[in-house]
């Protein structure tokens, strides 16, 4: 209960016009985005490569990755991430290595992702050899992508009610099923959303793949991970850093595009996490 | 005769509280054993302790010995998930699975492994022993959540029925419930008593009264006194006993 | 026959389940273990390496930040100092600017003012950073030329604005929340004896809601110093020492990311210098995200009020 919220006063005003300021913001970006983006607008956008004249440039090498990335972040990171979730919460000790894991996790959220990026190249691209490639961008970002699946996914089993476990167990079921049965249903529209934020966040990434070398010009769309590192937000980036007038239209297309997917990941979340409650009930 | 459930100075302990202590007590076979006494007296985790569901919070410690049917519950051999099935159990709290009354009901055969048809005459002879077949007009696909209160908690002991248990923990079953809930609750307790030995943990002196053949008084985690209801409630041998039965200690 | 029926019934198939189940979940966890120590690790790995080839003592103390010159200097002040200001100034537009949003969405707004300020919070939220970057090099920048024809092509200052912007829905979500676990019942006895809304607002309820107000002000505050992309579009790559917004700037984050750090050889120096630099970032990040996250459980825990 917040009361009457219509009463006005002098602090009031001025926090609505604050307010009204940050949505004017909001829509200055948006109109400047849409406004470039538009002049880029045509059919081969979409689908041709990157190229020297940004008449001629295109976001298909940038668009395929991006979707190659985001695939490959949530194949690794998802079923990692919610399975560390339920150890810690369902199996592990409340002391112990598993609440210092735990702490730790909770901490390397906040850790910048151009870190990541680092620590990816020494890894994965220089380590294990994978070089400049899409396989190396995924698993970086799926380790970027990781503590905050796993911080988000354990806030939703914690929300599970107590007595829906006791109950399970109460009645004779094992471990297994009470997690399967009970804890993973009812936290699983909790983690949809919370693992959608983290896979929203990493596909808007650019600064750890720059670390890895994304290339900025490709002329062919990447058809397996081994290809070279394409991604729309260093596709941006690239054509942001040009200084003709041309190129800043490209790079906002570009921009638009890159927002459409992110748009398209988060209905495609919304619609499974309903689908979920609708069983459920 | 070997009693049902025995308990050896069992002490359990929460982190650094200790929430039971040194009780030592039998269960005879076939009978109502009422645990009476003050919230947080240990009520709630003596009947736990009975059927192994105190391992499943954190920072447990349990020591002594609690026997089923002569053996020990904390044994090698012995798996927490087969007691649970044995020993079962309807908590204060009447929480139903999301879904519809049958998958309620046969819940636990199905964790179990059984399937088939069984289940439904198995659901419709237990729904009928709480009394919810005719309430439900027979139509068991519906979401059990559309229950009132009392309706709840009967078809909470009847998913627990439906395990076939040799024992019936209830844990205060009647606290969330209105006056002709609980009386239903009653009735439906004492006519099971004819197949199963009952532990009924509960906050009404009268109820225990009315119900059952013997009496424990647990307060502080201690077992205080424990006899047959009858003599307990008119003439307790500890003062303690006798003043709570006069609504002296809450 | 079976110990009076409770005994385990060990070829019971849901048993193997339940007995595949628990290492499968250990091993995801040791695996995020594993994952997140070689990240830490690697990092520290390769910063012991580089401070056994420049001192630690020069590193931190000298202003000179060359690593690419034929005499390579490391001082790593420029690019903290410009990191700090970045942080202070996008935290100094974003906390006063979040923290009135905040208390209007709670107090005043309607219904559906509420709804659309948090829409628009959210999609804020969710656009990426370098969309940010592009914006503040493309829209911000000119417009500030325009208005201060002295100003650098690449200055602070505009980084800042894009910065403050991109870090708003942080400080809104998390004051909200603070906010938000102030009793109600608070408000209503401030309003019943008498007091204007705004006096009760300003006197009650936001300082009862200051510790997680100030949690949220460091978890931003981590935020903004981790910004790669703006600082690296708008602030520019001139690592020196500056107090003035309106020249440019190179941030930790920017040094890493627009140096193609991809074409330095294993085991060089200047390899060595990016991890030394993310092991800085790192450190400041992880404790004003730490500092944050410490404010926050203490007002979990202490409740409000």
Not at chain 1, 126 to 149: D, K, N, Q, W, Y
Not at chain 3, 198 to 219: E, K
């Amino acid at each position: 209960m917040r009361g009457p919220k219509h009463a006005r006063d002098g602090i009031g005003t001025a926090c609505g016009v604050v307010a009204a300021g940050v949505v004017a913001a909001f829509l200055t970006v948006a109109v400047v985005l849409a406004g470039q983006a538009w002049s880029a607008a045509d059919p081969g956008f979409l689908f041709d490569p990157s190229s020297r004249v940004a008449d001629r440039a295109g976001i298909g090498p940038a668009l395929t990755g991006t979707i190659w990335l985001l695939a490959l972040t949530v194949a690794l990171a998802l079923p990692v991430g919610i399975g560390t979730a339920v150890y810690l919460e369902e199996y592990a000790p409340r002391t112990g290595v598993a609440a210092v894991v735990g702490g730790l996790v909770a901490n390397l959220a906040g850790v910048p992702s151009v870190v990541y990026g680092v620590a990816g190249l020494a890894l994965f691209a220089r380590g294990l050899g994978m070089g400049a490639s899409l396989l190396a961008g995924g698993c970086t970002l799926a380790v970027l992508a990781l503590p905050t699946v796993v911080v988000t996914s354990r806030a939703a089993i914690r929300a599970v009610p107590r007595g829906l476990r006791e109950a399970a167990y109460g009645l004779g079921a094992t471990r297994w099923q009470v997690v399967r049965g009970q804890v993973l249903p009812a936290a699983a529209p909790g983690i949809v959303t919370g693992s959608c934020a983290a896979f929203t966040r990493t596909a808007g990434e650019a600064a750890p793949l720059l670390v890895l070398g994304a290339a900025a010009f490709m002329t062919f769309a990447p058809r397996t991970p081994a290809d070279p590192l394409a991604s729309l937000p260093t596709q941006v980036f690239a054509w942001s850093t040009r200084s003709q007038q041309d190129f800043a239209a490209v790079a906002a297309g570009a921009g638009v595009a890159l927002l459409l997917v992110l748009l398209v990941m988060n209905l495609a979340a919304r619609t499974i996490r309903g689908r979920m409650q609708g069983g459920s009930a | 005769m070997i009693p049902v459930l025995a308990a050896e100075d069992l002490t359990v302990r929460f982190g650094r509280r200790t929430a039971l202590a040194g009780v030592t007590l039998e269960v005879p076979r076939g009978r109502i054993v009422s645990v009476i006494g003050p919230s947080g007296g240990g009520k709630t985790t003596l009947l736990r302790a009975f059927n192994r569901m105190n391992e499943l919070k954190p920072g447990v410690t349990t020591t002594g010995t609690v026997r089923f049917n002569g053996v020990d519950l904390h044994g090698d051999e012995v798996d927490a998930v087969e007691v649970r099935r044995r020993i079962g159990m309807v908590f204060q709290q009447a929480t139903l699975f999301p879904r519809s009354i049958l998958d309620n009901v046969v819940f636990g055969p199905r964790a179990g492994g059984h399937t088939g048809d069984k289940l439904l005459e198995l659901a419709e002879e237990v729904l009928v022993a709480v009394g919810l077949w005719s309430e439900v007009g027979e139509d068991i696909d519906r979401p059990a959540m559309q229950l009132s209160a009392g309706q709840r908690q009967r078809l909470c002991i009847a998913r627990t029925l439906a395990l076939r248990p040799e024992v019936l923990l209830l844990d205060e079953p009647t606290s969330a419930l209105d006056p002709a809930a609980t009386a239903r609750i009653e009735s439906l307790v004492h006519s099971l008593k004819r197949d199963h030995t009952i532990v009924l943990a509960t906050h009404g002196r009268r109820q225990a009264a009315r119900l059952s053949d013997f009496t424990a008084y647990l307060a502080g985690g201690e077992l205080i006194e424990y006899g047959p209801t009858e003599s307990l409630f008119t003439n307790p041998r500890d003062r303690r006993t006798e003043s709570y039965l006069t609504g002296r200690i809450e | 026959m079976t110990v009076a029926g409770i005994s385990a019934t060990r070829r019971d198939p849901r048993r193997l389940a339940d007995r595949l189940a628990r290492p499968v979940f250990l091993f995801c966890a040791v695996l995020t273990a594993a994952i997140l120590v070689a990240v830490v690790g690697v990092l520290a790995v390769e910063t012991a390496r580089f401070f056994g080839a420049v001192s630690p003592v020069r590193f931190f103390t000298e202003v000179d930040w060359t690593p690419f010159a034929e005499e390579p200097r490391f001082g790593v002040l420029p690019l903290l100092a410009a990191t700090a200001q970045i942080t202070a100034g996008a935290a100094f537009l974003a906390v006063p600017a979040g923290l009135m949003t905040a208390v209007y969405m709670e107090y005043y707004a309607g219904v559906r003012t509420e709804r659309a300020l948090a829409g628009v919070t959210t999609m804020l939220a969710a656009v990426p950073t370098v969309v940010f970057g592009y914006f503040a090099l493309t829209f911000v920048t000119p417009l500030l030329r325009s208005l201060w024809p002295g100003i650098e092509a690449f200055n602070g200052l505009s980084a800042c604005l894009a910065v403050g912007l991109m870090i708003l829905p942080t400080v809104v979500v998390l004051t909200r929340s603070a906010l938000g676990a102030v009793p109600a019942a608070l408000m209503e006895t401030g309003l019943a004896l008498g007091a204007a809304r705004g006096r009760v607002v300003a006197r009650v309820l936001v300082p009862a809601a200051a510790p997680g107000i100030v949690a949220a002000v460091f978890l931003a505050m981590a935020r903004a110093a981790g910004e790669t992309m703006i600082a690296t579009l708008a602030a520019g790559n001139q690592a020196h020492l500056t107090w003035s917004p309106l020249e440019g700037l190179r941030t930790l984050t920017a040094f890493i990311a627009q140096s193609s750090l991809g074409d330095a050889p294993s085991g060089s120096v200047q390899y060595g210098a990016f991890f030394a630099v993310s092991a800085v970032l790192f450190a400041v990040t992880w404790g004003l995200h730490a500092t944050g996250g410490l404010l926050m459980s203490r007002r979990n825990e202490g409740g409000v009020g």
